[in-house]
């Protein structure tokens, strides 16, 4: 399916409504691998993000806001806003990273028949995740974006550039790599100023393997980890200061947020031989939270989430409504004025309200999935975890603490607003809201699917089944 036939459905909203209004731009800063406590104004004791934090004061800032358990499966939700079990791929299903398919639309190719300039920056991987084999034809240019300045996939080992689809660069030095990006975005802006444009920019870092640049390297009290992050936040105080100098300030929208939670590296064999014996101080905090990247505790999934636009975003919000990468989509959607797909199921829902404070609350369920396995929902305060024997990806085990390598063989609930660390079971003392949470578990079997099972909404599987991942971990 074309780029074009894909984005006729807004084509007709965008025809009609395109003059009536000045559309606001969109910058999406998208960090890899960032825990929920590693910006100041999050609860960091140790790391300086003095940019963030005032982008913060000036806005929204998220408590309670969801993305995926690992890098693939949380862009591809962003990209589409649906689970990343409801989407097309273009891969066989076993890998844990979706080559997503073309026949599925981007916030990007909602935008383009509204008249915007899109781009994306940084880190795709949803055409592969290696930075050497990955599929072209899956590649940013053939999903909405007009201008790209990529990496195919994670800096695991290296990082090779590409521009529009060509290869400009290998093996670069990664300690340049925040700015670069940064640099591109900025120079974005500078040519799309008179257009209203949507820039992604998805940092590399701070996924391993970390590097800082010389004006940072060794600054945070934080270590090398510190350092990235505060590179980070600079580079973001750049953004926002190109948006005021061009006056653009108030008519952008600019939301930072991460793709799941940190790793826990102290117990990985492959982290601790690729990064030695201090591979655990290459990670983050997800505190207060329980659990880290790969895993469905909250420290997997909860991440920071800040949203920004001064002329349309009243300063100093905070919410607590469960909100999540999936609803970034219909979100933008409403705010340029033309709607998300709707031949097709999209699992995020419309926040503009909440990010505007016209709505305090808004009250919906979020699905935590493993990959293709189903193990928990939220609703409101509680949290239920589902049982887990043969849903559990044993290869994943290492990347949690010991105590957090549980497989559960019954329910487990927890409030959440009392015990945001997921630590005490009270299923049994509330079986009325066990049933109700149960309720949704089974919905969302049905409709978005569960292991090899896809649901009766989830899309086509393009050329090989999801079925089947042979590291599924059995029994107790």
């Given at each position: 399916?074309s780029?074009?036939?894909?984005?006729a459905?807004?084509?007709?909203?965008?025809?009609s409504?395109y003059?009536?209004?000045?559309?606001p731009?969109?910058?999406i800063i998208?960090t890899?691998d960032?825990?929920?406590?590693?910006l100041?104004?999050?609860?960091?004791?140790n790391?300086?993000?003095?940019?963030?934090?005032?982008?913060a004061?000036?806005?929204?800032?998220?408590?309670d806001f969801?993305?995926?358990?690992?890098?693939?499966p949380s862009?591809?939700s962003?990209?589409?806003?649906?689970?990343?079990?409801?989407?097309?791929?273009?891969?066989?299903g076993?890998?844990?990273?979706p080559?997503?398919?073309?026949?599925?639309v981007?916030?990007?190719?909602?935008?383009?028949?509204?008249?915007?300039?899109?781009?994306?920056i940084?880190?795709?991987?949803l055409?592969?995740?290696?930075?050497?084999?990955?599929?072209?034809d899956l590649?940013?240019s053939?999903?909405?974006?007009?201008?790209?300045?990529?990496?195919p996939?994670?800096?695991?080992?290296?990082?090779n550039l590409?521009?529009?689809g060509?290869?400009?660069?290998?093996n670069?030095?990664?300690?340049?790599?925040t700015k670069?990006?940064?640099d591109?975005?900025?120079?974005?802006?500078e040519?799309?100023?008179?257009n209203?444009f949507?820039?992604?920019l998805?940092?590399s870092?701070?996924?391993?393997?970390?590097a800082a640049s010389?004006?940072?390297?060794g600054?945070?009290?934080?270590?090398?980890?510190?350092?990235?992050?505060?590179?980070?936040?600079y580079n973001?105080g750049?953004?926002l200061d190109?948006l005021?100098?061009?006056?653009l300030?108030d008519?952008?929208?600019?939301i930072?947020t991460s793709d799941?939670?940190?790793?826990?590296?102290?117990d990985s064999?492959?982290?601790?031989?690729?990064?030695g014996?201090?591979a655990?101080?290459?990670?983050g905090?997800?505190k207060p939270?329980?659990?880290?990247?790969t895993?469905?505790?909250d420290?997997?999934?909860?991440?920071?989430?800040i949203?920004?636009?001064?002329g349309k975003?009243?300063a100093?919000?905070e919410t607590?409504?469960?909100?999540?990468?999936?609803?970034i989509?219909?979100?933008i959607a409403?705010l340029a004025?033309t709607?998300?797909?709707?031949?097709r199921?999209i699992d995020?829902?419309?926040i503009?309200?909440?990010?505007h404070?016209k709505?305090?609350?808004l009250?919906r369920p979020?699905?935590?999935?493993?990959?293709?396995?189903?193990q928990?929902?939220?609703?409101g305060?509680?949290k239920?975890h589902?049982?887990?024997?043969?849903?559990?990806?044993k290869?994943?085990?290492?990347?949690?603490k010991?105590?957090?390598?549980?497989?559960?063989?019954?329910p487990?609930l927890?409030?959440?607003?009392?015990?945001?660390?997921?630590?005490?079971d009270i299923?049994?003392?509330n079986?009325e809201?066990?049933?109700?949470?149960?309720k949704?578990?089974?919905?969302?079997k049905?409709d978005?699917?569960h292991l090899?099972?896809r649901?009766?909404?989830?899309?086509?599987?393009?050329?090989?089944?999801?079925?089947?991942n042979?590291?599924?971990q059995?029994?107790?």
């Amino acid at each position: 399916m074309s780029i074009y036939s894909k984005i006729a459905l807004s084509t007709l909203v965008a025809s009609s409504i395109y003059a009536e209004a000045q559309k606001p731009n969109f910058i999406i800063i998208f960090t890899d691998d960032q825990g929920y406590q590693d910006l100041g104004c999050y609860g960091s004791l140790n790391i300086k993000t003095p940019r963030i934090d005032q982008m913060a004061k000036e806005g929204i800032r998220f408590t309670d806001f969801y993305a995926q358990t690992v890098c693939g499966p949380s862009r591809a939700s962003l990209m589409t806003g649906c689970y990343p079990m409801r989407i097309s791929r273009n891969d066989n299903g076993d890998k844990v990273h979706p080559k997503m398919s073309l026949d599925e639309v981007t916030i990007a190719e909602l935008l383009k028949p509204m008249g915007y300039q899109t781009c994306m920056i940084g880190k795709w991987d949803l055409a592969g995740h290696s930075q050497d084999r990955f599929n072209h034809d899956l590649l940013p240019s053939k999903q909405g974006f007009d201008h790209t300045f990529i990496t195919p996939g994670s800096n695991d080992n290296k990082i090779n550039l590409m521009r529009n689809g060509k290869m400009i660069e290998k093996n670069t030095d990664m300690s340049t790599i925040t700015k670069r990006y940064t640099d591109e975005a900025l120079k974005f802006i500078e040519n799309s100023a008179d257009n209203p444009f949507f820039i992604y920019l998805a940092h590399s870092m701070p996924h391993v393997k970390l590097a800082a640049s010389k004006d940072f390297l060794g600054k945070s009290e934080a270590g090398l980890y510190g350092d990235v992050i505060e590179e980070i936040d600079y580079n973001v105080g750049r953004i926002l200061d190109l948006l005021k100098a061009k006056n653009l300030d108030d008519n952008t929208y600019v939301i930072l947020t991460s793709d799941n939670g940190p790793w826990h590296l102290g117990d990985s064999p492959h982290h601790l031989k690729r990064i030695g014996k201090n591979a655990i101080e290459h990670g983050g905090s997800a505190k207060p939270l329980r659990g880290a990247k790969t895993a469905t505790w909250d420290g997997g999934l909860r991440v920071p989430c800040i949203m920004r636009a001064p002329g349309k975003i009243p300063a100093g919000l905070e919410t607590d409504t469960v909100a999540a990468t999936i609803d970034i989509l219909p979100t933008i959607a409403k705010l340029a004025g033309t709607v998300a797909p709707d031949d097709r199921v999209i699992d995020g829902i419309d926040i503009s309200t909440i990010i505007h404070g016209k709505q305090q609350k808004l009250e919906r369920p979020y699905f935590f999935y493993q990959h293709d396995g189903l193990q928990a929902v939220r609703k409101g305060k509680w949290k239920l975890h589902i049982p887990t024997e043969g849903s559990v990806i044993k290869s994943w085990q290492p990347y949690s603490k010991p105590e957090d390598r549980i497989i559960f063989t019954k329910p487990a609930l927890f409030d959440l607003s009392n015990d945001i660390g997921e630590t005490k079971d009270i299923a049994a003392s509330n079986p009325e809201v066990v049933a109700e949470l149960m309720k949704l578990i089974d919905w969302a079997k049905a409709d978005i699917g569960h292991l090899n099972k896809r649901g009766k909404n989830a899309r086509s599987l393009g050329n090989e089944p999801y079925f089947g991942n042979p590291k599924r971990q059995k029994g107790k």
